[in-house]
């Protein structure tokens, strides 16, 4: 059964600091996705990552995929309040099923 | 993206009662949805895959007399959580396939349900 761990589970942080969020997952899978949920909100994605290697950027956050490691980071620079929020991150599981993480809640301190 | 969205976006309801939960492709017809639970502070949970035309399929522990899922068209999926208890309370969120092949899931807003 596949099985996706994150850690931290929580995270708080100051203003203008780095930190990364990893994602652990325990079979194979070729593509990965983050997501953030605002507090009463659904799902934003954030990013698909579709191959060892990828890493994609944007803004202030920066994901990568390790496929031989079953490992994806995701990577805050220069945290701002506005960052606060859960992320999760979901690998696909046969051809379509997701299974998400176990979420990172994120407070990023003024 | 895709465009789903969910109907009601949130509801209270008296346990006994039943209580269904719409979900809508907005822009797209939508052969495949999901249904995921969610309790407060945790993860998102698969529940069960919606396929248009057929009986649902039910994730091990989902009890399908429970939670009664309808996909009679391309672009609605109903969830409907029946003799409703207190523990059944919880953010539902839907999602669509997209296009056959493709792989990306597109997320509605979520139905928070409270059972009183």
């Known amino acids: 059964e596949l099985k996706v761990e994150q850690n931290p589970l929580f995270l708080s942080m100051q203003e203008g600091k780095n930190y990364t969020i990893y994602c652990n997952y325990s079979?194979?899978?070729?593509?990965l996705y983050w997501y953030r949920q605002d507090p009463g909100k659904s799902l934003e994605s954030l990013f698909v990552?579709?191959?060892?290697?990828a890493v994609k950027q944007e803004g202030r956050l920066m994901a990568s995929l390790d496929t031989k490691a079953r490992l994806s980071t995701l990577h805050i620079t220069a945290a701002v309040h506005d960052l606060s929020a859960t992320y999760f991150c979901?690998?696909?599981?046969?051809?379509?099923?997701?299974?998400f993480g176990t979420g990172t809640r994120l407070k990023v301190l003024a | 993206g895709a465009v789903v969205s969910q109907h009601p976006s949130w509801v209270i309801c008296k346990s006994g009662t039943s209580v269904k939960i719409e979900c809508r492709s907005l822009?797209?017809?939508?052969?495949?949805m999901f249904w995921y639970r969610q309790f407060p502070k945790q993860s998102l949970m698969l529940m069960a895959t919606?396929?248009?035309?057929?009986?649902?399929?039910?994730e091990q522990g989902v009890e399908k007399d429970k939670f009664l899922i309808n996909h009679a068209s391309l672009t609605l999926s109903t969830l409907t959580v029946t003799s409703a208890h207190p523990e059944d309370s919880s953010f539902y969120i839907c999602?669509?396939?997209?296009?056959?092949?493709?792989?990306?899931?597109?997320f509605g807003p979520g139905t928070r349900l409270t059972v009183t």
């Open positions: 979901a690998v696909i599981s046969g051809t379509y099923k997701y299974i």
């Open positions: 079979t194979t899978s070729d593509r």
């Open positions: 990552l579709l191959s060892n290697g």
């Open positions: 822009d797209f017809q939508a052969t495949t």
């Open positions: 919606s396929n248009e035309g057929s009986k649902a399929t039910y």
């Open positions: 999602s669509e396939r997209g296009l056959a092949g493709v792989h990306e899931q597109y």
